[in-house]
């Protein structure tokens, strides 16, 4: 599995995180959506398409789906939003978000068909209660399509969230992927949009929109094709969360030797363990290619390093540590 599929994943899965980036999205840094206000859904989509005679089922994985609901203007609000990460450019895109919508969709009508029980409701549009479970007689045109007249679906809202170091160079639509000869036609298609956070093809005053440090990590990804250390160092001695350091090791490469302190990891005392860590192995390597003693080179790390003895024996024998 890739890093989209482990450490992204995990990482925006976080509620905050995720919220911060819809509200970057949808509200332009505004924050509407609350953490507290999203529920994780089943990321696993299985459904019948809708009007699929051949009952054939179709499943597909979603990388993240929650449930926001809220109270908007004294009126509950629910929005279905769902998140594909990736770190490569996916040219197929506006297919693959545009049919996991569909099947959210096709599934919530199944979901009402099934709510809707017919026994013991004799006329049509009669609606009964027994024993809590709805009851209701559907006329022929609602038992068509499983929906009454004045049933309304929850909207589902996709992101594709794109770490990838290069400019997203795919298509941003239905429409750009098509081959239309026709201008006249575009009347009778129906587009299909992606709705794209992509760190690399943001401006630097975009990074301001998101409240959490989210945004940290967004601007280090947007210049994690020049030098990563020159990155950490220009953006100062900053601590932010296990979850951030981890994530931005992993999709950076970074290789970096965290240490938790309190209020968090700080990235260039991070990067600075890494590289002492990196020298001292390199003197050990030479000292034992001189036949020196284990004993030698302990005391030799400890006086140069100012480590611990202890720090010296997990890099000379990692089983002992």
């Known amino acids: 599995m890739g890093v989209m599929d482990t450490e992204g994943k995990q990482y925006l899965s976080n509620p905050v995180f995720f919220a911060d980036a819809f509200n970057y999205l949808l509200y332009d840094g505004e924050q509407v959506i609350k953490p507290d206000e999203l529920q994780e859904l089943d990321t696993t989509e ?3 398409p809708y009007g699929n005679n051949a009952r054939v089922p179709v499943q597909k994985y979603r990388d993240l789906l929650k449930m926001w609901n809220a109270m908007m203007d004294e009126n509950a609000i629910y929005v279905i939003l769902g998140a594909e990460l990736q770190d490569k450019v996916h040219y197929g895109m506006p297919v693959k978000d545009g049919l996991y ?13 099934r709510s809707y ?16 479970v709805l009851k209701i007689k559907l006329t022929s045109e609602e038992f068509l399509s499983g929906l009454r007249k004045d049933d309304k679906l929850i909207p589902i809202i996709t992101a594709v969230v794109y770490f990838g170091d290069e400019p997203w160079d795919g298509p941003k639509s239905l429409f750009e992927m ?35 440090e989210l945004g940290y990590a967004m601007r280090l990804l947007k210049h994690q094709s ?3 250390d020159e990155i950490i160092v220009r953006e100062g001695h900053r601590k932010v969360s296990s979850e951030t350091a981890y994530f931005l090791n992993a999709a ?15 990235m260039c005392k991070s990067m600075e ?11 050990i390597k030479g000292m034992k290619l001189m036949g020196a003693s284990d004993n030698d080179i302990i005391g030799k790390i400890v006086e140069t390093y100012h480590v611990t003895r202890e720090y010296v024996l997990a890099l000379l024998a990692p089983k002992q540590a």
Do not use: C, W
């Open 46 to 48: 299985l459904t019948v």
């Open 101 to 113: 919508d569909m099947l959210g969709y096709s599934k919530q009508i199944a979901e009402i068909k």
């Open 117 to 132: 029980k017919q026994e013991d409701a004799t006329e049509e549009g009669e609606i009964t209660v027994d024993n809590g």
């Open 178 to 212: 098509l081959d239309v000869r026709d201008e006249r036609l575009y009347r009778f298609l129906s587009d299909y949009k992606l709705n794209l956070i992509s760190p690399v093809d943001m401006d630097e005053d975009e990074f301001e929109k998101f409240h959490t």
């Open 226 to 228: 020049e030098d990563a």
């Open 252 to 266: 950076m490469k970074l290789n970096l030797e965290f240490e938790v302190e309190p209020g968090g990891v700080d």
């Open 273 to 283: 363990r890494r590289d002492q860590k990196n020298e001292v192995t390199g003197v």
